[in-house]
């Protein structure tokens, strides 16, 4: 991004009318063109939003990372240089670099880091950071040649590793991955000698820009994919099945294919980590199941569902795989080879990233499982990213086993087992209540998002109630699908959060939370902060179930008309904990 396209964003988003999201800029040196790039990424990032970026004192990142806990942003960008550490290890102060001032520095610049891991730990009970640590090069201070690397530099570098380290295990923080940002921003063309003399601000303009982006990523922190569907021929493996059978097909250095098998432990490791795996393939259903079925394959064949092999369209795989899958398909990845195929796939889904594997570019392919990463990041995985695939192929063994039996739902859902623990223990916060919060969509009471801190502080407040909603039954477990919140009003009960993960639909668990609200709260009436979207057909339906249409923004559900309409429940309710 240019300063002046930077520049102009900024100025066209300060005449929106929405109300202003506030962010904090913490740094030791003048702000000056990192705060122009930053406002412009995090407007591009959040485009509904009027951004309003906040900047501290020169000289004292310390104190301005403390000043966050009295603040009002959102979240932060905290960015260190060397300079906030020991003055000396810049060049805007003369102290001194000689061989006996180095133990001083290097035990001041432990001192400080520690001071500031203490501040960043207070703060991030008030507010999300995004930190960057040191991007300029040391200053040619200590003895060896440049050529050559000194004891003293391994050592600082070493203490900043160790703050990077600790700092990365919070989920509240999120540390810049200064891999990536040398990728895209050369160490050598990073400090812009006469600015920081003359202006205080250390960073060439492409640098700035560079890091601005990533850390206004870091801020946005986006929501990971949820699946990804994969073609087989010249991309899960090298080879037409169809042509060279069973023994053909490759994925190793004996064959020139091994970046085959890198694409199928890439896989692998993502399918570990949660993420679905689907198959669309234009192939004999038979030679498909034998080649899955091979022992020497990286990726797992249970670690695969569902396989769409057939001669039909891909767009019609992938239909009957979102179907299976219950997922939208701006979640969702498709790989292929074939131009035709992605192009076929793409018209009919348009919100689909569509991705080519080069099949003869290696280079190529290993930036795709860069990208690939960068779409399926998370920040850790869950005990439901590991039971996902597990429920999504009981479920729809069920509903193939209900497809053709005779026994009704009811008696199916009398003789499931089912268990719901509500957890109304508010902090410290469980993670999985926000992901829930911000990932699903179809299930969902209105849409509304949220970040760590927004959370956090609804969390704590005393009026409000929060519930996290785990299912077990005889099939196996769930885990936490549910999140319901709202607050007490009079004789009303308001509910301003609910949503329910798409694994849980089918169960009644929506209607035992219900049952469960009236049986706890002393309330005739459910209140429902409603917002009609696209994609939450789901409950709506279930309000209309019981209210019929239209749906207004406000819905009430008294306890009256509740009774009289709702179906057998069947699920033994818990709850634990005490808000």
């Not at 639909?505 to 002393?522: A, G, K, M, V, Y």
């Not at 429902?528 to 409950?539: K, L, V, Y």
Request: with cysteine.
């Amino acid at each position: 991004m240019k300063l002046l396209e930077a520049l102009e964003i900024v100025k066209k988003g300060n005449l929106q009318k929405s109300e202003g999201t506030e962010f904090f800029l913490a740094c030791g040196f003048t702000p000056l063109h990192l705060q122009t790039f930053l406002a412009a990424q995090l407007q591009l990032l959040l485009p509904q939003r009027r951004i309003e970026l906040q900047t501290g004192l020169y000289g004292d990142l310390l104190g301005n990372i403390s000043s966050l806990i009295k603040g009002t942003a959102e979240a932060a960008a905290v960015v260190i240089e060397w300079q906030d550490l020991d003055p000396r290890l810049g060049i805007r102060r003369l102290g001194g670099w000689g061989p006996a001032k180095l133990p001083e520095i290097l035990e001041n610049l432990r001192a400080q880091t520690e001071r500031i891991r203490q501040a960043i730990e207070a703060t991030t009970a008030k507010v999300s950071l995004a930190i960057s640590l040191p991007t300029l090069p040391l200053p040619p201070l200590s003895s060896p040649p440049g050529w050559r690397a000194s004891a003293f530099e391994f050592a600082l570098r070493g203490c900043l590793d160790s703050l990077g380290a600790e700092l990365a295990q919070d989920a509240r923080v999120r540390v810049l991955n200064p891999q990536r940002l040398d990728a895209l921003s050369s160490p050598s063309e990073r400090l812009d000698v006469k600015s920081e003399v003359v202006n205080g601000f250390p960073y060439r303009l492409h640098h700035t820009s560079v890091l601005a982006e990533l850390l206004a990523r870091l801020i946005q922190n986006p929501q990971p994919r949820k699946g990804l569907v994969t073609d087989l021929d010249d991309t899960l493996w090298s080879g037409i099945l169809g042509e060279v059978g069973l023994e053909g097909i490759s994925w190793d250095l004996d064959h020139h294919s091994h970046i085959h098998g890198l694409y199928q432990q890439m896989l692998r490791t993502l399918a570990e980590e949660g993420v679905l795996i689907g198959v669309a393939s234009k192939n004999d259903p038979a030679l498909v199941n034998g080649a899955l079925q091979k022992k020497n394959l990286i990726l797992g064949r249970d670690q695969i569902f569902p396989v769409e092999a057939h001669w039909g369209p891909k767009s019609e795989s992938l239909h009957r795989i979102l179907k299976a899958w219950n997922v939208g398909a701006e979640s969702v990845v498709f790989i292929d080879d074939s131009p035709l195929d992605l192009a076929e796939v793409k018209a009919a889904f348009p919100e689909i990233e569509c991705v080519a594997f080069p099949k003869d570019d290696p280079q190529a392919a290993y930036q795709l499982f860069e990208t690939l990463r960068d779409l399926f990041g998370k920040q850790t995985v869950s005990e439901e990213d590991s039971i996902r695939l597990e429920s999504l192929r009981r479920a729809s063994a069920l509903r193939e086993q209900n497809q053709g039996a005779t026994h009704s739902t009811d008696s199916f859902l009398e003789q499931a087992g089912a268990h719901l623990t509500l957890n109304y223990k508010k902090l410290p916060p469980d993670p999985r209540a926000l992901d829930l919060v911000n990932k699903t969509n179809q299930f969902n009471l209105n849409g509304r998002r949220f970040t760590d801190v927004s959370w956090l502080r609804y969390l704590n407040d005393p009026d409000s109630f929060t519930v996290l909603a785990a299912y077990e039954d005889k099939f196996g477990p769930l885990g936490k699908i549910a999140v319901l919140a709202g607050r007490e009003e009079g004789r009303v009960l308001l509910i301003d959060i609910w949503v329910m993960s798409c694994r849980a639909f089918s169960r009644r668990i929506e209607h035992s939370l219900i049952d469960h609200l009236f049986d706890r709260f002393p309330c005739e009436e459910i209140a429902f902060e409603f917002a009609a979207m696209p994609r939450n057909g789901p409950i709506q339906d279930f309000f209309a179930g019981f209210l019929g249409q239209p749906l207004s923004p406000r819905l009430r559900l008294s306890r009256k008309l509740f009774m009289e309409k709702r179906p057998p429940l069947f699920i033994d309710v818990k709850e634990i904990g005490n808000g």
